[in-house]
């Protein structure tokens, strides 16, 4: 399957006290989930995976600079669908690398598709990075693309994980809260709503 589109332009970064930098970020966050319920609207039609596709690139950049989109099917193998990354040349590296991502036993997503529960990882080291990688070469391109923190968020269909929204920060200073896992659960579900979950 192969979408093709822009994510929105980068909003240049706003420069005032953090008390200012706060007030903006509690505003966006309000933003966001109707920007996002507005775009899974204005589509309804499509399957699973291309209806994830748009959701995660409307979230780009508010809730990360890369998303990608897996589907779980009813056998229980994993279709990563599509990815977005705020540098284009990124989305085309990852979207290139699509079909041959299999997770391994240990990595973060088959403990969310098995637990059916979000995760938080505020921080993404290199460690976590050679623990998911397939073998050297993928190692290389993980570092490239850059995650600095990850949240994994399964969208339950009908009582399964039928997909896994990842939204991932690559700015270094940028690190995922709680904060931000809950309105990244508040997207998901106001999809799941949309869709008749």
């Known amino acids: 399957m192969k979408l093709r589109g822009k ?9 005032g006290s953090s008390t200012r930098q706060r007030t903006v970020s509690s505003v966006r966050r309000r933003d966001i989930v109707g920007e996002v319920s507005r775009t899974i609207a204005a589509s309804p039609h499509g399957d699973l995976g291309v209806r994830l596709s748009q959701l995660a690139r409307a979230c780009i950049p508010d809730m990360g600079e890369m998303c990608i989109v897996d589907v779980v099917h009813d056998d229980g ?15 085309e590296s990852m979207r290139a690398m699509r079909g041959r991502f299999t997770p391994r036993p240990d990595h973060p997503l088959v403990e ?17 990075l050679a623990r998911i990688a397939k073998d050297a070469t993928h190692l290389v391109l993980l570092r490239h693309f850059g995650p600095r923190s990850s949240m994994r968020v399964p969208v ?8 896994v929204v990842t939204f991932c920060a690559t700015e ?11 309105l990244a659960k508040r997207i998901v579900a106001r999809f799941v709503t949309t869709v008749g979950g």
């Open 172 to 182: 270094p200073s940028r690190r995922f809260t709680p904060a931000d896992l809950d």
């Open 156 to 163: 339950v269909l009908n009582g399964r994980t039928a997909a």
């Open 7 to 15: 994510p929105r332009s980068l909003r240049p970064a706003r420069r």
């Open 77 to 91: 193998s994993v279709d990563r669908v599509d990815a977005w990354h705020v540098d284009p040349s990124h989305t």
């Open 112 to 128: 969310v598709i098995a637990s059916g529960r979000p995760l938080l990882l505020r921080s993404v080291d290199d460690r976590d």
